[in-house]
């Protein structure tokens, strides 16, 4: 109906904000070049801790930035933008030897060039962009700094200032993963969020030793898992990460896989393993008789011996390092107490 809401879960992996000072641009943390600071103006959560970034009148680069030290690993880089008299933005990240960047059109809400890095746009509303940049660099220890030019158009760079026009700027995050995450404020060291996990009970959703669970994947983004497997999904028979006898959907490097486990044996996987299934409408059946996966209307997979599990629990966890995808969205999950029919679950996948 109009104006109706779904209710949602952010499960988020344990993450670090390496910038320092994410709010506060005036002091000496952020090195201003061709430019200046002025605080006071709202911010996306409504406070008035944002700043504006101004140029001044020099033929230059007109910018903020910040040094830090990169290793050979995949970093994030975002913030909150808004455009005045200047609308396009340059997010830029120096590993010590070369540059990786993404432009932003605050107006349009577009990702303009990008060299040697994936640019991001988020709209957050009352004109606020979250943009961000996501790299995997090959520096061994690179002494470089983090980076926000106003620029005059899409690659623009240096230019003749006229002291006046600029751009709004709030919420810094620099992170040692391949995606942003939810941002973490900090003031003067830097802020770790702890990993999220959720389980949940729910004895009408089986019946002893049978039943059928249906999932539909929506989008999420490739390449984005921690090191090690992360089980996104997990239906198991204790209130524990024990995955002795348990059925899972796991995401891996932007791939999926379901798997069901016996008496700490995997009796059966969907196939091929580790496949794009976004978009997809999934069904896992068990019983005495035996378990079926169907993926899209068609049978994936059978197992033919005994399947009883008593699944008693779900939840979106990581038994083995904590870490939770958070890119995946699950846009339907229904249980039922018994193993339907394959006619039914056919229909129930069916795209």
């Known amino acids: 109906s109009g104006g109706a809401t779904c209710p949602s879960l952010l499960l988020e992996p344990s993450r670090t904000n390496l910038v320092t000072q994410s709010e506060y641009f005036g ?55 808004k455009a005045d008299e200047r609308n396009w ?51 061994s220890a690179g002494n470089g700094n ?31 993963a391949s995606y942003a995450t939810s941002y973490i404020p900090t003031y003067s060291v830097s802020q770790t969020r702890a990993g999220e996990a959720c389980y949940l009970q729910d004895t009408n959703v089986h019946s002893s030793n049978a039943g059928t669970i249906f999932f539909e994947v929506g989008d999420y983004e490739t390449n984005t898992s921690p090191s090690g497997f992360n089980k996104i999904l997990v239906f198991n028979t204790v209130a524990t990460s024990n995955l002795d006898n348990v059925i899972y959907f796991e995401e891996y490097e932007g791939n999926n896989t379901v798997l069901i486990r016996k008496n700490a044996n995997s009796i059966l996987q969907s196939t091929p393993n580790y496949q794009d299934l976004r978009g997809s409408k999934i069904a896992i059946k068990w019983s005495p008789e035996g378990a079926k996966i169907f993926i899209n209307g068609v049978l994936n997979n059978t197992y033919t011996g005994d399947a009883s599990l008593d699944i008693q629990y779900f939840g979106f966890d990581n038994p083995y390092n904590g870490n939770i995808v958070s890119t995946i969205k699950m846009k339907q999950l229904l249980g039922f107490p018994t193993a339907l029919s394959d006619v039914e679950c056919i229909a129930l996948t069916t795209i």
């Open 27 to 81: 002091g000496s943390y952020w090195t201003k070049s061709g430019s200046s600071v002025v605080s006071g103006f709202d911010s996306p959560e409504g406070l008035s801790n944002a700043f504006k970034l101004v140029e001044d009148t020099a033929t230059t680069t007109h910018q903020i930035q910040s040094s830090f030290s990169f290793l050979n690993q995949k970093y994030s880089l975002s913030a909150f933008l």
């Open 89 to 139: 933005i340059k997010v830029n990240l120096y590993d010590g030897s070369s540059s990786v960047y993404a432009y932003f059109d605050l107006t349009n809400g577009v990702v303009g060039q990008e060299l040697g890095a994936t640019g991001k746009i988020e709209n957050y509303g009352n004109g606020w962009f979250r943009c961000s940049i996501a790299t995997n660099l090959s520096v």
């Open 146 to 176: 983090i980076s926000l030019r106003l620029a005059e158009n899409n690659g623009g760079t240096g230019y003749v200032g006229d002291g006046a026009s600029g751009a709004y700027l709030y919420g810094f995050q620099l992170e040692q």
